[in-house]
């Protein structure tokens, strides 16, 4: 099957928005990215969800809070098409995750293997995705004195009115 331009360059779209809506908690946005039959498995099944309320109350209910900061890169994607509405995609991961509440800090690599299908209204969607970890280490910030400087939603730990 000769590779549709196209096609890849919307799945790859779908994907880096899928990430941006994450850390910046657009859920509506985030929403229209998956099929409504979309399912996970973060974690390597850890965390595995069926339907897209599902994936999204666990995606809401663990990260809305604006003191849960977190950074998702994906890149190297490999995409292939098994037909003209269905294509396979594994993407390397970097993560960053800041929580304020908690006060942990987790940084991790993983590989993303995601599902894609294009509806009949024409738009790509995740129709299943998920994530094996190939390292994982989380920080206590009291022991190393982190402190954020800024967030998107203005949080702050530390003011820089001296410098």
Same mark, same amino acid.
């Given at each position: 099957m000769p590779i549709d331009l196209q096609?890849? $360059?919307?799945?790859?779209? &779908?994907?880096?928005?899928?990430?941006?809506?994450v850390?910046?908690?657009?859920?509506? $946005?985030?929403?229209?990215? &998956?099929?409504?039959?979309?399912t996970s498995s973060y974690g390597g099944g850890k965390y595995s969800f069926t339907g897209r309320d599902e994936i999204m109350a666990f995606l809401e209910k663990s990260m809305a809070s604006t003191k849960f900061l977190s950074s998702h890169t994906v890149h190297q994607p490999e995409i292939t098409f098994e037909s003209a509405t269905r294509a396979r995609g594994v993407w390397a991961l970097h993560d960053t995750v800041i929580n304020l509440e908690q006060g942990w800090s987790l940084n991790g690599s993983a590989f993303y293997e995601d599902v894609y299908v294009k509806g009949a209204d024409g738009q790509w969607r995740i129709q299943h995705t998920g994530y094996t970890r190939t390292y994982e280490e989380v920080t206590l910030r009291a022991k190393t004195g982190a402190k954020v400087t800024d967030s998107f939603w203005g949080e702050r730990e530390l003011k820089w009115d001296a410098v």
């Open positions: 096609a890849l $360059e919307e799945i790859k779209q &779908l994907k880096y928005r899928y990430v941006r809506c850390d910046r908690k657009l859920w509506a $946005e985030l929403r229209e990215t &998956l099929a409504a039959d979309a």
